[in-house]
C-alpha cells in the first residue's frame, strides 16, 4: 500500500532535483523549527562523537555501546515521527488493516490552497544533508570494524546502519513515491549534472 498524493498538489522538497527548484522558486532560508533541526543532527551527531570517542570518554566498553544504542534510538524515533513531518512535509510509517496485513505508507504534505511553501530551503537541507550523510558514514564505520577485526563493535555499527538507513529509505519513498523509482531518479540526476558540466566546458572553449 502506497499513499502519495498527486504531484500537482503535494508539496515538494529538495532533494536530488534541489538545483530545479531554486531556479523555480524563491529562496527561502529562514529556519521555522529550530529546535527540530538541532534535534535533526544532535542525536546522530552525538552517537557517532561517542563511537570516535569512546575509548577517551570510557574505559567501559558496555557503557559506550549503551550510550550509542540509545542515541540511536532516540535519533530515529525523533526523525521518523518529528523531524521529518516539520522540516519537509514527509513522514512514513507501517500500519495493520483489518485483516492482520502489515503495509507500509509514504505521504506528502499538502501543499496550502493559495500555494505558499511550508517548510524552508535551509530546514531542507539541514534535513537531507543530515539522513544522507550520517548513515554513510555507519557504512564506512561497518567496513572499517570488519576489516579491522573489531568484531565488539559489529553488532553497534549495522544497528546504526540498519536505524538510520531506514530512515532514508523512507524518507526517500515518501519524496519520489510512486513518480520514478530510485534508479532513474538517480540517475536522471546525474545525467543532468553531465549535462551541464558538458555545456560549461564548451561555453569556456568557445570563448
Same mark, same amino acid.
Given at each position: 500500500m502506497?499513499r502519495?498524493?498527486?504531484?500537482?498538489?503535494?508539496e515538494?522538497?529538495s532533494?536530488?532535483d534541489?538545483d530545479?527548484?531554486?531556479?523555480r522558486?524563491?529562496?527561502?532560508?529562514?529556519i521555522?523549527?529550530?529546535?527540530?533541526s538541532?534535534f535533526?543532527?544532535?542525536?546522530?551527531?552525538?552517537?557517532?562523537?561517542?563511537y570516535?570517542?569512546?575509548?577517551f570518554?570510557?574505559?567501559?566498553?558496555?557503557?559506550?555501546? @549503551?550510550?550509542?544504542?540509545l542515541l540511536?534510538s532516540c535519533?530515529f524515533?525523533?526523525?521518523?515521527?518529528v523531524?521529518?513531518?516539520?522540516?519537509v512535509?514527509?513522514r512514513?510509517w507501517?500500519?495493520?488493516?483489518?485483516?492482520g496485513?502489515s503495509?507500509?505508507?509514504f505521504?506528502s504534505?499538502k #501543499?496550502p490552497?493559495? %500555494?505558499?511553501? @511550508?517548510?524552508?530551503?535551509?530546514?531542507?537541507?539541514i534535513?537531507?544533508? %543530515?539522513?544522507i550523510?550520517?548513515p554513510?558514514?555507519?557504512?564506512?564505520f561497518?567496513?572499517?570494524?570488519?576489516?579491522?577485526?573489531?568484531?565488539?563493535w559489529?553488532a553497534?555499527?549495522?544497528?546504526? @546502519?540498519?536505524l538510520?538507513g531506514a530512515?532514508l529509505?523512507?524518507?526517500?519513498?515518501?519524496?519520489? %513515491?510512486?513518480?520514478?523509482?530510485?534508479?532513474?531518479? #538517480?540517475?536522471?540526476?546525474? %545525467?543532468?549534472?553531465?549535462l551541464?558540466?558538458?555545456?560549461a566546458?564548451?561555453d569556456q #572553449?568557445?570563448?
Open positions: 502506497l502519495q498524493d498527486s504531484n500537482d498538489e503535494t515538494d522538497v532533494l536530488f534541489a530545479d527548484e531554486i531556479s522558486r524563491p529562496k527561502k532560508s529562514k521555522k523549527h529550530p529546535i527540530a538541532f535533526h543532527l544532535f542525536f546522530r551527531v552525538s552517537a557517532i562523537i561517542v570516535l570517542f569512546c575509548e570518554l570510557s574505559s567501559s566498553y558496555i557503557a559506550c555501546m @549503551v550510550t550509542i544504542i540511536l535519533d524515533w525523533a526523525v521518523k515521527n523531524t521529518g513531518r516539520l522540516m512535509g514527509l512514513w507501517n500500519q495493520v488493516d483489518d485483516d496485513k503495509h507500509w505508507v505521504e504534505r #501543499a490552497a493559495q %500555494g505558499k511553501k @511550508v517548510t524552508s530551503e535551509a530546514e531542507s537541507r534535513f537531507w544533508l %543530515g539522513l550523510t550520517c554513510l558514514l555507519w557504512v564506512i561497518a567496513f572499517s570494524a570488519l576489516f579491522s577485526f573489531k568484531v565488539k559489529l553497534v555499527v549495522i544497528m546504526g @546502519v540498519a538510520q530512515n529509505y523512507g524518507y526517500i519513498r515518501c519524496k519520489v %513515491g510512486n513518480r520514478k523509482n530510485l534508479t532513474s531518479v #538517480a540517475t536522471s540526476y546525474l %545525467g543532468r549534472q553531465i551541464r558540466q558538458t555545456v566546458k564548451e #572553449a568557445g570563448s
